[in-house]
């Protein structure tokens, strides 16, 4: 019996009268790598976003290794082991490069930033090229780089992903599915939200399909690339 | 020369005062999106905290080191009674609170302390001239330069090298982001607001031993041209805010010498009609990184 890092159950999101997300149940499991494809507007982020409570769950229940994460504040989640790369990158600009990682370091003990930025920079030398430059002035991978080593400082054992491929070039693309692959061979527990549902289905042990709030399929990653309704749905016209 | 080095000691005096305020004003701006109009308040309550200092016998260096304690703690419970129950709305309603704020404070201070200004005793050491050869400087302005260059290296220090420094320039770029990294929200907010009230109680120090005087509506003036100087740099931008001030106090300064006595009077309008010229072809000020600032 596989052990589950994350559970939701019924989890509704609203904005004023906009149900963003209608009931949704998702479970991610120790080591595996879930993703959550679908169209634009469908509450991917939402659904994202209430976990690491940024937004406020109407109803349901998000538990974390067991424990309820709904009157949990934000800032508590790195320390449980919770990382995050938002939609969009969101790296702060204005700051360096090194100073985007000690940020993301900011619930480790101040004697083991540094040395986890050095491992960083090790795993992406593009990053140790441009240390002290705005995180702002680098190109839109770089930044994704960045998101994603940002979110790696804690070492997480539960990584969520808004997106990573959003607008970047091809041969990015394929460099983020790979480093994505090769963290959930180290063993990181990861929720990757995309459009890129080829790509993404590829590399994911299972996957939900959003559609309007809702989760309209699950199941295999490899099953769901091999069924022909998804496949005319979302691979159709890729 | 030696006016130009009478020139340079009023716009570097000047500028490093507004530069102050006007930091202490974007600190709070780039991280909750409104211009605190009680920030020229927390002047008035370290020149009242330095007076009572004295009054009950201190030093004017303690007193002057418990004053501005006495404004980043008064900062520090602005936010928490005042602003922090509407966190999260619109900033126009933080900022007709912090109005309210404002007037409210004025009016205690003519209530409980006096309507009339109280005098504060100027040591020795702020009051005269240095003389270089034959040209005399204020040693008040002197200090008012040394005080400003000093706090604006150790607030360069504290955002870029120390851990927390650099959380809240984390937290001014995306605060939901940064929260989500462990950034405490309360923290850092409460740490802006510490910040504000220090620079505006070092700015008051400054501004007072150039003065000698603290009264109700003290803040006031000050206030409107560290706004101006965050309007010239750009909102939510500490360069900004130090370009803003350093460019007001040239202005100042620059009126200041150049306008014939009769004239010195209107050197205020005159630096508004300035600002509105400038607005005309910068409206986002001279560094506009953030045209809108995070809520
Ligand atoms: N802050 C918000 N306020 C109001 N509506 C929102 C907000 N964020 C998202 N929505 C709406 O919620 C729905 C789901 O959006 P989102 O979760 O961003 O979907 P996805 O990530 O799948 O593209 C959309 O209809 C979107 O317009
Ligand atoms: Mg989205």
């Known amino acids: 019996m596989k052990k589950a890092v994350l559970e939701v159950e019924n989890l509704v999101v609203q904005y004023g009268q906009i149900s963003a997300v209608q009931g949704v149940n998702l479970t991610v499991n120790e080591n595996e790598l879930v993703t959550v494809i679908g169209a634009n507007g469908a509450g991917k982020t939402s659904t994202l976003n209430a976990m690491m409570g940024l937004v406020p769950a109407a109803s349901g229940e998000i538990r974390y290794k067991g424990e309820s994460l709904l009157h949990m504040p934000v800032e508590k989640r790195p320390s449980m082991g919770i990382a995050f790369s938002p939609e969009g990158r969101r790296v702060f600009g204005p700051l360096s490069v090194r100073d985007n990682l000690r940020v993301g370091g900011n619930s480790l003990p101040a004697s083991q930033v540094d040395g986890r930025i050095d491992e960083m920079v090790e795993r992406f030398p593009i990053l140790g090229e441009r240390l002290q430059q705005a995180a702002g002035t680098l190109s839109g991978g770089e930044q994704q780089m960045l998101a994603i080593a940002r979110a790696l400082m804690i070492s997480p054992d539960f990584l969520i992903l808004d997106e990573p491929s959003l607008g970047l070039a091809p041969i990015v693309v394929a460099q983020v599915f790979e480093l994505i692959a090769e963290l959930h061979a180290e063993g990181v527990a990861i929720l990757l939200v995309e459009q890129n549902v080829r790509k993404s289905l590829a590399i994911a042990d299972r996957a939900y399909v959003m559609e309007l709030g809702r989760f309209v399929r699950e199941g295999a990653a490899d099953e769901l690339a091999a069924d022909p309704s998804i496949e005319n749905s979302y691979l159709g016209a890729a | ?295």
């Open chain 2, 1 to 295: 020369m030696d006016l130009f080095l009478q020139f340079l000691v009023s716009v570097l005096s000047l500028g490093g005062v507004y530069a102050l305020l006007a930091l202490g004003l974007s600190t709070v701006f780039g991280l909750l999106g409104f211009l605190n109009f009680a920030h020229g308040d927390l002047m008035t309550i370290c020149g009242y905290g330095l007076y009572f200092m004295l009054a009950a016998g201190f030093g004017f260096v303690p007193a002057a080191t418990l004053a501005l304690a006495l404004a980043a703690l008064a900062a520090v419970l602005m936010e928490r009674l005042a602003f922090r129950p509407l966190r999260g709305r619109n900033p126009m309603t933080l900022l007709i609170t912090s109005f309210a704020l404002s007037l409210a404070l004025h009016v205690s201070f003519q209530i409980f302390i006096s309507p009339k200004p109280k005098p504060i005793p100027v040591p020795e050491f702020l009051s005269g001239y240095f003389t270089i050869g034959e040209i005399f400087i204020s040693r008040a302005q002197v200090i008012a330069i040394v005080v400003s260059v000093l706090s604006l290296v150790l607030l360069n220090l504290f955002v870029n090298r120390t851990r927390l420094g650099v959380a809240l320039r984390a937290a001014a770029a995306d605060f939901d982001v940064a929260r989500a990294f462990g950034v405490k929200a309360n923290q850092v907010i409460a740490i802006a607001f510490a910040l504000s009230g220090l620079l505006a109680g070092l700015a008051a120090l400054v501004w007072i031993s150039q003065r000698g005087a603290v009264f109700p509506t003290m803040g006031l003036t000050p206030m409107v041209k560290a706004l101006i100087a965050v309007i010239i740099g750009g909102l939510s931008n500490p360069r900004g805010a130090l370009l803003g001030g350093f460019m007001l106090g040239l202005l100042e300064a620059g009126f200041l010498f150049t306008l014939p006595d009769s004239l010195v009077l209107y050197r205020d309008a005159l630096v508004l009609l300035v600002l509105i010229l400038f607005l005309m072809f910068r409206p986002n000020g001279l560094i506009a990184t953030n045209p809108e600032p995070m809520r």
